[in-house]
């Protein structure tokens, strides 16, 4: 079942400037992680925040986390042209074995 | 190192026909095993997992089936397909029921 909720579900910007992305979830979490798709493509990994976080950063990424308002934001900083793609939150629940994704943020990043 | 192997990569099959999707994990062992399914803009639902052989739980009805009949090997099946069960296939794994997916690049089923 979905749980992860982005927003905004479309972004635009120019290169350079920063996107950012925001997720809610409902349950309590073990941990939540921030997923990129390139169109026609699997999911690639970037990063994974767990539930006693609040800040982490990996690259030009940063992630927060704030339990108590069960929501999650991803920053790209300095976006590139390449960074076009959609992103994906998904949340690690207490009683889980699977990952439960948001419908995603469509990222474009126009040169 | 880990890689994940996922086909066919496109299909198109006639509603009614029997599917058969596969996907295989090289380099560790025991890990769990999922299949999602991402509708056209959608995000992404959980069909299966396994966390061993021939161990499967289903996260949705559907007209569909898996199977693990190997520790690495993970089959996405369907008797007879219907024009819902269009979409996009992803497999992933993981080698603890935490930690990030690492996902498959995925096959493109389309029924007419």
């Known amino acids: 079942s979905q749980q992860g909720e982005e927003d905004p579900q479309a972004l635009s910007i120019q290169e350079g400037e920063n996107a950012t992305m925001n997720c809610s979830y409902k349950t309590s979490i073990n941990n939540l992680q921030w997923y990129r798709q390139n169109s026609g493509r699997g999911l690639v990994h970037l990063i994974l925040?767990?539930?006693?976080?609040r800040e982490k950063h990996s690259g030009r990424l940063r992630v927060t986390l704030d339990t108590s308002k069960k929501s999650s934001s991803l920053l790209i900083t300095a976006s590139r042209a390449a960074d076009t793609a959609s992103y994906f939150c998904a949340t690690d629940e207490d009683s889980g074995y699977a990952l439960n994704f948001g419908k995603g943020t469509s990222l474009l990043v126009t040169p | 190192s880990q890689t994940i192997h996922q086909w066919p990569a496109t299909l198109v099959q006639p509603v009614g026909s029997p599917l058969s999707l596969e996907c295989t994990v090289e380099g560790t062992s025991n890990p769990n095993l999922y299949w999602y399914r991402q509708a056209a803009g959608r995000g992404l639902q959980l069909l299966f997992y396994s966390v061993g052989i021939g161990q499967i739980s289903s996260e949705v009805p559907q007209n569909l089936s898996a199977s693990r009949p190997q520790d690495r090997q993970f089959i996405l099946s369907s008797k007879k397909l219907l024009l819902s069960d269009s979409g996009f296939y992803l497999c992933?794994?993981?080698?603890?029921?935490?930690?990030?997916?690492?996902f498959g690049e995925g096959s493109r089923l389309t029924v007419l």
């Open positions: 992933a794994w993981r080698t603890s029921s935490t930690g990030e997916l690492f």
């Open positions: 925040i767990r539930s006693n976080e």
